[in-house]
T-cell receptor, first 114, second 113 residues
Framework: NAGVTQTPKFRILKIGQSMTLQCTQD?????MYWYRQDPGMGLKLIYY???????DKGEVPNGYNVSRSTTEDFPLRLELAAPSQTSVYFC?????????????FGEGSWLTVV | KNQVEQSPQSLIILEGKNCTLQ??????????LRWYKQDTGRGPVSLTI?????NTKSNGRYTATLDADTKQSSLHITASQLSDSASYIC????????????FGKGTRLHILP
């Protein structure tokens, strides 16, 4: 298993541009998440999905959109990039909840908006 | 308000020494607490998971404790190695809430040779 795979690893965007961060997992996990991590801060939830066709907003969803057409893929779209979206983005997944589940993270995507 | 507070913010110790990292939380209702290790430039990797009924869990040189009454957890690292240099993140989940996974800001650990 490759686990959770994110692309791209690094990206520089100009203000107002749009882009999609790709995330795919091969563990047949139902739950998938997108987080952002700012320097010195804990991970903040952007969007999450409990299964194909179902998405919900997290703590900081403004400026982002997601879709979940398949169990494997959970792309995150930035429509009009702003400097405040400069951050490290992590995709994560886990199985249907039990109390001892493990959340698996991707390697992160470093995004800079200039 | 659901919060996870970690201390210290950063820690420097010599290789071979032990250390203990702290985590206090106010997440309710409590489901589980996890410790993650995050190497620089990498995603977090799970170290331990503890539910309400568990008060200690080990993973090699890492031992986590949980006091659900006082809502405190600690991560003890024994005989530290240079590869232990990383951020250690405490993560607390609320019961029956898919989105309520609260991350601490982490403790940055530096191991010096």
């Amino acid at each position: 298993n490759a686990g959770v795979t994110q692309t791209p690893k690094f990206r520089i965007l100009k203000i107002g541009q749009s882009m999609t961060l790709q995330c795919t997992q091969d563990m047949n996990h139902n739950y998938m998440y997108w987080y952002r991590q700012d320097p010195g801060m804990g991970l903040k939830l952007i969007y999450y999905s409990v299964g194909a066709g179902i998405t919900d907003k997290g703590e900081v969803p403004n400026g982002y959109n997601v879709s979940r057409s398949t169990t494997e893929d959970f792309p995150l779209r930035l429509e009009l990039a702003a400097p405040s979206q400069t951050s490290v983005y992590f995709c994560a997944s886990r199985i249907i909840p039990g109390s001892s589940y493990t959340i698996y993270f991707g390697e992160g995507s470093w995004l800079t908006v200039v | 308000k659901n919060q996870v507070e970690q201390s210290p913010q950063s820690l420097i110790i010599l290789e071979g020494k032990n250390c203990t990292l702290q985590c206090n939380y106010t997440v309710s209702p409590f489901s589980n607490l996890r410790w993650y290790k995050q190497d620089t430039g990498r995603g977090p990797v799970s170290l331990t998971i503890m539910t309400f009924s568990e008060n200690t869990k080990s993973n090699g040189r890492y031992t986590a404790t949980l006091d659900a009454d006082t809502k405190q957890s600690s991560l003890h690292i024994t005989a530290s190695q240079l590869s232990d240099s990383a951020s250690y993140i405490c993560v607390v989940s609320a019961k029956n809430r898919d989105d309520k996974i609260i991350f601490g800001k982490g403790t940055r650990l530096h191991i010096l040779p």
